[in-house]
């Protein structure tokens, strides 16, 4: 198993190692993987770890207990192997009473994510529901309309009993999760990454967790997480635009400090007040060496011993196995250390860190408008359209003047 993190979830009982990408890219992403290998050794080695990585079938042998996957990634997943599914997006348009290319997109979409949660299924059943899950993500174009979320939420959850709702953190988002979690099912709170949307998303899920017991609804195999996209956060552009018009030095360090800081208070809070919730990090970045102090990841060592999920890009594995060699051995009580203070200081100074560490910091609608929602929003509705286009296109192999189709 990939040494590092083995090691990172050996330090909380709690922990886990997620896979950030359809289980179906695996194969491919580890044939790449071990190509690149500098020498046989090396290759030997990583096959050794890899070959103990993702294992849905042997659940006691998988270092990997989740997926994660949004809109993004599975645009990813179906562009790389266009050629596997370019004949079945061509079969649902030919099977459908009045084809169009956004009820195409749908059908694509939800067989995308059953393909992977068939996939990790095996490990659903073995474990009992605790681990297996797959997160699927809804249209990010409907980030403000409850009512359009919660009718393809609903649609999701029917796919596969392992299929986790994956739910935008908007005001509109957390109603969409209290509805959810009253019907008893798994969510994930994504586009996070503020105190004050976990608060939000803490209220809405124990809402709707008494909405569900006093209904009689059954709660056994049920989960939620909150995904706090830390990288995210610190990439965003304001928290060095407000220490700049303010004077204020502000390294890559302090950067992750704030990332950081976010993640301990949001994990304090749950020890403190037993949320139902479990944080899950995503967007994790191994950092360069440094002359200012940083360490090769400050994400995984400051995170150490925490009740926490982590779900890898296969970059981010990548790059943790070519450079493991670097990583310190992992302190078990890191998480509950303390930001430095003159740091946290510094911090405090600037708006945007603010508005993100304060659990009062901002109104729920707000947040569709805060910076790192705004650009992560951004990307991943550039990645939807791709996938869109490309089942566009398919529309030109079955069209025929007797049988026009609805391009809408």
Known sequence: MPSVLHELQQTGESAEIWWDSSPLDFPRWRRRQLDSAPDQETRNRWQEQLERFLCPSTPGQSLVRGITTNPSLVAQSVLASPESWRDDIQELIRYQLSPGVESTFALVYEEALRRAAREMLPMWHATGGRFGWVSGQL???????????????????????????????????????????????????????????????????????????????????????????????????????????????????????????????????????????????????????????????????????????YTCKPQFIADVMRRESELPVFDPGAIDHEVPADVLEKLMWLPSFHRAYDPEGMRPEEFAHYGPFVSTYAEVMSNTRRLIDFVAHQFQAVTSPARPLLLV
Not at 235 to 264: F, G, Q
Not at 271 to 284: A, F, V, Y
Request: net charge positive; hydrophobic share 45%.
């Open 139 to 309: 249209d990010p174009r409907h980030v403000l309309d409850a009512d359009l979320m919660l009718e393809q939420a609903l649609r999701i959850a029917r796919v596969s009993p392992n299929l986790m709702v994956k739910v935008p953190g908007t005001r509109q988002g957390y109603q969409v999760i209290r509805q959810l979690v009253a019907r008893g099912i798994s969510v994930n709170s994504t586009l996070s990454y503020t105190v004050p949307q976990f608060a939000a998303c803490a209220r809405a899920v124990e809402a709707g967790l008494a909405e569900a017991h006093a209904q009689g609804i059954g709660t056994g195999r049920w989960r939620a997480v909150f995904t706090h996209m830390i990288g995210r956060f610190g990439a965003s552009k304001d928290l060095r635009w407000e220490a700049a018009i303010r004077d204020i030095e502000l390294t890559a360090t302090d950067l992750r400090w704030a990332e950081i800081a976010v993640l301990k208070r949001i994990h304090r809070l749950i020890r403190e007040n037993g949320h139902p919730l479990k944080p899950l990090l995503s967007s994790l970045e191994v950092d360069e060496p440094r002359r200012d102090g940083g360490t090769l990841s400050m994400h995984l060592e400051q995170s150490a011993g925490g009740a926490v999920a």
